[in-house]
């Protein structure tokens, strides 16, 4: 589920609720895919790629 891993406070950042509508819109196009299974091999990617390099 989106969102579900932490939330952002886009007021902080300079977006608006219609510029927040806007992005939430956009991201619906792949948002289903995102949030296949096969995508959680993204969760933690930066400490895998790191571990990695390490080896």
Known sequence: MLGTVG???LRERGID???AAEMRARFT??????ES???SVY???D?????LQTQ
């Open 7 to 9: 939330t952002i406070d």
């Open 17 to 19: 609720e219609a510029q």
């Open 29 to 34: 196009t792949f948002a289903e895919d995102w």
């Open 37 to 39: 299974p096969e995508m």
């Open 43 to 45: 969760d933690n990617y």
């Open 47 to 51: 400490e895998e790629k790191d571990k």
